[in-house]
């Protein structure tokens, strides 16, 4: 199984709302990874997860809560943001050693309103 | 990190081969090769990756410059599942994510 999930495919969301984006892997992968991508652009990294534990931030704001409640799981919690949000959240794992291929999920479009 | 130069947009119609360029003048030893495509609304996914040697796989060909400081990955007959867009990638032995670059959008003519 190498397969990368995402949930959910679309999310609407208001700028007050609260929301969870959420990925998952069975692969037993030990780097899990969030990037934000927006149209017509290359994937950005946001945030890198090795062994359940969060070892980089590019410098995202405060809006955006990663979290790693397991090594299956990855949440991106969403609070407050803006339109200018709005984008395809892609997560990717894997395996934690070296130069090992990493493997993308199909992403969440999020519109904020 | 070391940066790439790949042209915005090339065309090649279909059942022909597709030499997509790629130059990395300021790569370093350590430096792997790594080829991504991103099909319309999917994540990324690999297509192959190299060091030095030329390197083949059942997507594709990497031809890698004597020198490193170029690559080209060949599509061998290309088909309208291929339009994708592109990225060549330097990422060195480390456990470092992928950063991409502006990548190549690769249109495919029937």
């Known amino acids: 199984d190498t397969e990368v999930t995402q949930t959910p495919k679309h999310l609407v969301m208001g700028m007050t709302n609260k929301k969870s984006l959420k990925c998952e892997q069975h692969m037993g992968h030990r780097a899990m990874y969030w990037y934000k991508q927006k149209a017509k652009k290359p994937p950005e990294l946001m945030f890198v997860?090795?062994?359940?534990?969060?070892?980089i931030n590019e410098s995202v704001p405060s809006r955006f809560s990663p979290e790693c409640p397991n090594s299956s799981l990855l949440n991106l919690h969403l609070h407050a943001l803006q339109p200018e949000d709005s984008a395809l959240y892609l997560c990717a794992t894997k395996p934690e050693a070296g130069r090992d291929t990493q493997y993308f999920g199909p992403g969440t479009r999020l519109t904020v309103l | 990190d070391a940066k790439t130069t790949q042209p915005n947009s090339m065309e090649s119609n279909e059942e022909e081969p597709v030499h997509l360029p790629c130059n990395h003048s300021?790569?370093?030893?350590?430096?792997?090769i790594h080829w991504y495509r991103q099909l319309p609304s999917q994540g990324p996914e690999y297509v192959i990756h190299g060091l030095t040697s030329n390197v083949n796989n059942r997507m594709a060909s990497l031809a890698i410059a004597e020198d490193r400081k170029s690559s080209t990955l060949i599509l061998h007959r290309a088909t309208l599942r291929d339009a994708a867009v592109y990225y060549c990638i330097l990422r060195d032995e480390g456990n470092t994510p992928l950063v991409f670059g502006k990548g190549t959008r690769l249109s495919v003519i029937a």
């Open positions: 997860y090795s062994y359940e534990k969060l070892s």
């Open positions: 300021t790569i370093s030893g350590t430096d792997y």
